[in-house]
């Protein structure tokens, strides 16, 4: 293994830090979007929830399989579609 040795800054750099020939494009990923979710406030239901953020009422099963069996704050779970909690937090469908 070649050794480099930096004067300037009085440090070795060994060819495993610093390959040869190697590729050392950047390359940018793209990150995740950050889910969208929405706390429940009195009222709500999933059939609401969907008509106000997807546009559709009918798109609530949407909504229920996405969150089903996930822990709440109040450390229960979506079980029922009809019973939902106020100040639970539901992940919304990304489209």
């Given at each position: 293994m070649a050794n480099y040795?930096?004067?300037d800054l009085g440090g070795t750099i060994t060819a495993a830090d610093y390959p040869e020939g190697?590729?050392?494009r950047i390359v940018a990923v793209e990150a995740e979007p950050e889910p969208v979710t929405v706390t429940v406030q009195r009222g709500d239901s999933l059939w609401?929830?969907?008509r106000i953020h997807l546009g559709s009422g009918d798109r609530w099963p949407e909504i229920f399989?996405?969150?089903r069996g996930r822990v709440q704050p109040d450390g229960r779970a979506l079980r029922n579609p009809h019973l939902i909690q106020i100040g639970w937090v539901l992940e919304l469908p990304a489209n």
């Amino acid at each position: 293994m070649a050794n480099y040795i930096s004067e300037d800054l009085g440090g070795t750099i060994t060819a495993a830090d610093y390959p040869e020939g190697g590729d050392n494009r950047i390359v940018a990923v793209e990150a995740e979007p950050e889910p969208v979710t929405v706390t429940v406030q009195r009222g709500d239901s999933l059939w609401r929830l969907a008509r106000i953020h997807l546009g559709s009422g009918d798109r609530w099963p949407e909504i229920f399989d996405l969150n089903r069996g996930r822990v709440q704050p109040d450390g229960r779970a979506l079980r029922n579609p009809h019973l939902i909690q106020i100040g639970w937090v539901l992940e919304l469908p990304a489209n």
